[in-house]
């Protein structure tokens, strides 16, 4: 399938590159007009007119804007629309997402829309569902829609929320300045921003929220690497205070479902912080304009009623496009047009680069010996270089899931001593003596396990091979991880059957795949 847009799936924003949103962006604007003109040709271009092209609406949560937009934009494309029933599924007998997935598209339906308090639900299924494709030898695999999974994200609102910002920019990319107002902590079309706001060249973002409603630092950190100038505020009154006001403000609700005890106590208080009152509006630039993803508390509105008539009212226009920048997607990844998109497409993720470093030793006149204690080891392996730098407990602790994880029980000992480059610095070694060379695949556990280490095969008294062992940039497929964000999708207490898979990131933390979720080194470890 060479289509640039068929058969893929959007569980983040960042599954479409800058160029491929631009280009929605395009055809929305296209289709809006269409409408606009009422002429029927013009319309129907935009239209699968398939009634046996299966769209499938799988919500998990409570949803009306999102799931009824899809529901419409299915009807406009004349497609099959479905609706699986959370209530009545056999995800109550304990069956899996994937059992539930494969089952649906067995029936012949190519895009599925999913809402989930389970994050990473959809990168998890597109997966798994390209393997099934694969098995079946299928010329096509399903798409799949994430509609909000949990905290992390919302892709196709950003759509409908940077389309809406560009019709009011007068469609102009160059530069937006936008205040995020509300619980930025829980609100996942908020984090959609950091990634999705880059579809601007220069960006300004004030943070506006209280401090146990802040954005999560993750996503401050990616709206920096995305070259954001990023400022913050713990209440709109503070952010009045100052002159640079942003032009386009954009609220959420607090989400009260989401939030433990200790916040709940403080809700009229937090509410308070983030509501816009009568007496701020003399204070905004002209031309300011408001968005809300939607609902707003019918008793304590962030957006009280009395802004409904005035011009800065864009929150209703924003939730209408909502319909159109989905009946484009749809249309997308069904493959009725996109044929003559030109821009930067998606990568799939590079193949691993190598992290084991092989070290010479047979040019070494003087090969190093190992002892353990008063012995020196003739066969078998030491791990030298373990946790460098760490503390004597710390390091302890980790040789233990060391020789847990790669079954290295038996004869040998553990020792922390200090390195040989510093004396005030720690470092594990393991010593097993007649244990059997490693396999690759344990090479590259172990690497995972503990980079910076080194392995030493010895045999006759010296070091037959050495390798240097660095960080992985991915890692999957190896027993003992596990992601500590209790919402993810491969958590193990959801019992899904999903590998955990990290991937290293330029800070050298750990990022969860399916929630990006970020961990240290150790954290990864069960
Ligand atoms: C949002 C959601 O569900 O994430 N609403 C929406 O999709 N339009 C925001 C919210 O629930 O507060």
């Given at each position: ?384 270089h373990?946790?460098r ?28 001593s200090t390195s040989q480059e510093s004396r005030?610095k720690f470092k ?99």
């Amino acid at each position: 399938m060479n289509h640039p847009f068929a058969g893929r799936s959007m569980a983040v924003i960042n599954d479409f590159t800058r160029d491929e949103r631009r280009y929605v962006f395009t055809k929305t604007r296209e289709l809006k007009e269409a409408l606009e003109s009422g002429d029927p040709a013009r319309i129907e271009r935009f239209r699968i007119s398939d009634p046996d092209f299966g769209i499938y609406e799988v919500f998990l949560e409570d949803s009306t804007r999102t799931k009824e937009s899809f529901k419409n934009a299915a009807h406009f494309h004349r497609a099959k629309l479905s609706a699986l029933s959370s209530e009545s599924s056999s995800f109550n007998k304990g069956e899996s997402y994937k059992d539930t997935f494969i089952n649906l598209a067995g029936y012949d339906n190519r895009i599925f829309i999913i809402r989930s308090k389970l994050e990473g639900v959809c990168r998890w299924l597109e997966n798994a569902l390209s393997d099934y494709s694969r098995r079946h030898g299928l010329s096509w695999k399903p798409s799949f829609i994430n509609a909000g999974d949990g905290r992390h994200e919302h892709p196709t609102q950003e759509l409908l929320d940077e389309f809406t910002f560009l019709e009011d920019n007068s469609w102009d990319y160059s530069s937006i300045h936008v205040a995020l107002v509300g619980d930025l902590y829980h609100g996942r079309t908020v984090h959609s921003k950091a990634d999705g706001l880059n579809v601007f060249d220069s960006v300004q973002v004030d943070l506006i929220a209280p401090d146990v409603l802040e954005m999560p630092d993750y996503y401050v950190q990616q709206m920096r690497r995305n070259g954001f100038t990023v400022r913050t505020f713990p209440s709109i009154e503070a952010y009045l205070q100052q002159s640079h006001i942003a032009d386009k403000w954009y609220f959420t609700r607090p989400q009260l479902e989401r939030m433990g005890d200790r916040v709940l106590k403080r809700k009229d208080e937090l509410r308070e912080m983030i509501t816009f009152q009568h007496r701020f509006l003399s204070m905004l630039p002209e031309g300011t304009i408001f968005y809300h993803p939607l609902p707003r508390n019918k008793e304590n509105a962030e957006l009280p009623g009395f802004l409904d008539p005035l011009p800065l009212n864009g929150w209703e226009r924003q939730s209408a496009n909502g319909r159109l920048v989905r009946i484009i997607l749809v249309g997308l990844l069904a493959g009725l047009f996109g044929e003559d998109f030109s821009g930067k497409q998606h990568q799939e993720m590079p193949d691993v680069e190598d992290y084991i470093e092989t070290v010479n030793t047979s040019d070494r006149p003087a090969v190093k010996r190992y002892s353990e204690g008063v012995h020196p080891i003739d066969e078998g392996i030491v791990i030298d270089h373990i946790c460098r730098g760490d503390t004597a407990q710390e390091i302890r602790e980790h040789m233990g899931k060391i020789v847990s994880i790669l079954g290295l029980h038996g004869k040998g000992g553990e020792w922390v001593s200090t390195s040989q480059e510093s004396r005030e610095k720690f470092k594990g070694i393991i010593f097993r003596p007649g244990h059997r060379p490693l396999s690759e695949k344990e090479i590259r556990q172990l690497a995972a396990i503990t980079p910076g280490s080194t392995l030493n095969i010895i045999s006759a008294g010296a070091v037959k091979e050495k390798f240097r062992l660095h960080t992985p940039p991915r890692m999957y497929k190896i027993s003992g991880l596990s992601c500590k964000n209790e919402l993810c999708i491969s958590h193990p207490d959801h019992h899904e059957g999903v590998d955990p898979h990290f991937i290293k990131t330029d800070e050298g933390t750990m990022h969860c795949l399916y929630c990006d979720e970020s961990h240290t080194f150790k954290e990864v470890w069960r």
